[in-house]
Every structure is written in structure tokens, then in C-alpha cells.
């Protein structure tokens, strides 16, 4: 390859340049009028699949390179975070010299890592376990509790930017940190709504968002008064420190509802209840928001759960346009209620009567949105770290037309667990798209997050298939020759009852149908 001396962009077939450059302007600052989005080279297209070529202009012969990076000129994106860059006499070597620190050094802190490591970023983690999963691929870790107020401060000394992922934490720690200047992404506002379910709900329901009708309890007599009010069954939960099914408790009758508080460990733990939502599934939408307050969505994905536990994602969700687009709304909309950068994840009931009702929100990467990895432009993970260093945001679009993800839960204790789990690993990597995540644990318990496996393929359908061929379910016998699935496209839900006997008809002949 000839020195390249300077280039320019051309997008499709236009024959003028977008603009142009030469690399060692564009390595100390990008065009005052322009902002710059970076994707690899080997993708050949953004998801509109328009393709970027990048020209030799001093070559006679226009041969056609392929760098191993380029640049997309924006303009409806603003420029870069200038906290993010250094001074112009200074080196950049990667795409921020900020150090991002990160309280939790879990399976989360870990895949952050691994983002991190493509942009040269460099990540510290704060976790009380010196070989928590992130340890190993993190810049350093410092070894402490995140909800020691002493150790956040010294921690917070060593980082650029701060951020969470995991939302119990210190939050005086965090808000005095930032009446210091200390930059926390999200904001320690968010945190204090979110960590607190109860005060989340409030949040939401000020800001018009749709959600089960919810009250607080603070004895037997009040929560009666609820169960009269909502009927049953009816869902109590803790108000902190819950997550993953543990702090949730439904009473299926007034008998239960005793039993149930003391299983939650009594009022003094802070309780409050939610009328049972009669949903038919349950949804999830990860929503970037950039340090300019940009906002953008993931495709909606269907959450499974096993034991109140995250156990299967599928993408994109298997819902009507109208469905979707509601979540989208109500998902943009929870998130613009909050301040501060980051990668959120909103958690949705879809009801039998088509409305979608807010369940809870994380601020953090999230279980339902680590397919992403594998099948959008930009992964949850490359995501946050851009929205808090102050990057502008990637394209979260698929770029596979479906995804699933299953996650590795400890099916036994010790041993017997990993040996279980291994099996399951060797069967999956023999499948066409699968891809596995193992989060290198040194403790295997029940129900435990252990790691994930994403396939990624043509249908959801066949994917379904796939992963019953890994389980070595009933029913299955050849991923190959799986009945073909056939999607229906209406332009609006009125042309719904002319296409359904079209649905109909297929079905007759054992053909199963999406309708979009």
C-alpha cells in the first residue's frame, strides 16, 4: 500500500468528496463543522447498507483501499465530548484518554472490558472480590467494597468518569463526588430514583409513564386494604436491594399475604404493592443516551424468565409494529425523565388488552441486551462506554435478522454445576451462530449467572429450533429441516383482516406464520 498522504470520503457513487483530511489533522482534532462516527471497515456498511469507499488521492490508478478503520462525516450528530480529548500538544492513543472507573467488577464490569479493549479505553473496577470476572481484563482493580463511602472517594480519585454496573451503591458517596466535580454517569439522581423501586415508581407515574397501579405498606391492615383494592393475586416487593426475583413475593390469596411479608423480612424492610399485571410477555428495550442527550433504541426484544430470572432473550420481539413503537415511546420517554449518559435498560409488560406498562428500569447494561454483542452494529457494552466518555453513539440497529440469547444458569452446586454447563458450552459451539460467554466465576450455585450463549441466525424460528437441538429437548430432530416460517408485512394493523386468512391458510398446511 502506497503512504497515505491524505483521503477522502465518498458515500455510494457521488463523485465529489463528503470531505477530506489528512491523517495527522485528524488525529489531533476532526473538522470543526463535522462529527465523526467510527465503524469497522469489515461490516462495508451502516445498516441503510450504503457503502463508504476510501480513495488514495494521489494515486493516478484510484485503487480501492480497505483500511482498517474510517470515518462517517455526520451532520446531525453534534462533535465529540472535548472533556474526552486531550490538549492538541498531547498524544491521544485511544479514543478516550479518560479512565473510565466502574463500581462492580461482575460479569457486566467484565464484558465492558472487553469493549473497552477494541478502543483502547482503559477501564478500572471497583469490586470486594479480588477475582470478580472483570479482574482479569480490567486496567487494574482496586479491591474494596462499592458501597464503602471511604473507598468510592479514593477510587473516584484514579478516574476520568465514574459509572455503575450495579445500582447498589453509595449514593451520598456519588452525589458528593460530584459536588467535587467528579463527572458520574448516570447522574447520582438517577441512581437514588432507580436503586429504590418504590421511589422509581413514583418517578415514572409523575412523569405520565404508563405502570401497574402500585401504594406503599407499612403494616398487615394496609396491605389488606390493598389486596381488597387490587384483588389477587397480588405482587408485594421490597423496595431496595432487589433483583433477579429475590425481594418479590405474590400472595395468591389474604391468607398468603402474611407469610409473604415475613419472607420479604417484615415492614421494616420497606415494602409497597403492585396490582398483578395481566401480561402475555414481557419486553425489554435498551435505550442509549449520549453525554448531549441524544437518545437512542435497541430493537424490542421478548425476555423469558426462569424462577423470576432472566433465562431466555429473543430478538427482535415477536409483536405487531403498533406494539413496538409503544414500547419504543414508552421506553424514550422513561429515559428522557432521568439525567446523566449511559446504556438504560427498561423492562415492559405487554397486557392481553395491547397496553404496555412499565415494570422497572436499570441503569446499566442489562441481561437483555447481551445479544447485542453479537447482533447489532454496536454492542450494549461499546455503547455505554462511548455514551459516559462522551463518544457519540453508535448504531444500534441488528445485523443479523434474528437473535437469541439463553443464559447459563448453575443447574448444581461445586463441581456437578461446571461439569453441566461445560457440556452445554461444547454442545452449542457446534451450532451454526452460536456463540458462548462464560464469565469465569470461581464459584458455581444454583441459579447463578455462570455466562450466555447468543445464536444468531435467518429467523427466529429456526434459532428456536437450533437452541432445542442444544438443550436435546423432546421433539427436535434436525436443525436443517425445520418448517419454514413465513412472515407477514401489513403496512398499518388495518390491513390485518385481509392477511389473517392468509395466516390461516398457511397455518393449514402446518406453515407457522409472523405477523409484523
Known sequence: MLPLTSMAVFPNSTSEPVFSFKPSQFLSRPPPSLSLRFFSVSIAADNRNHSHRLWHSSSSSSK????????????????IDSSCRKDDDS??????????????GGQL??????????MAIKVMVLDPSENCPASALAY????????????????????????VEIEHVDVATLEKLEQQGINCEPKASTIRIIQDKYLQKVHFSRHGIPLPEFMEINNLEETKRAGELYGYPLMIKSKRSAYDGRGN????????LSLAIDVLGGFGRGLYVEKWAPFIKELAVIVARGRDNSILCYPLVETIHKENICHIVKAPADVPWRIRKLANDVAYKAISSLEGAGVFAVELFLTRDGQILLN????????????????CYTSQFEQHLRAVVGLPLGDPSMKTPAAIMYNLLGEDEGEPGFRVAHQLIARALEIPGATAHWYDKPEMRRQRKMGHITLVGPSVGILEARLK??????????PNEVAPRVGIVMGSDSDLPVMKDAARILNTFGVSTEVW
Open 64 to 79: 480501492l483501499y480497505n483500511p482498517i478503520f474510517a470515518c462517517r462525516a455526520s451532520h446531525d450528530s453534534h462533535e
Open 91 to 104: 498524544p491521544v492513543h485511544g479514543l478516550s484518554e479518560k479512565i473510565v472507573g466502574v463500581l462492580g
Open 109 to 118: 464490569g467484565r464484558m465492558l472490558c472487553q469493549a473497552a479493549s477494541k
Open 140 to 163: 487494574d482493580h482496586m479491591v474494596g467494597s462499592f458501597d464503602d463511602s471511604a473507598t468510592v472517594e479514593e477510587f473516584a480519585k484514579r478516574c476520568g468518569v465514574l459509572t
Open 249 to 256: 413475593v405474590v400472595a395468591k390469596s389474604e391468607g398468603e
Open 360 to 375: 422497572e428500569v436499570a441503569p446499566r447494561p442489562h441481561n437483555s441486551g447481551h445479544h447485542t454483542i453479537e447482533s
Open 469 to 478: 437441538s442444544m438443550l436435546r429437548e423432546e421433539g427436535y430432530e434436525n
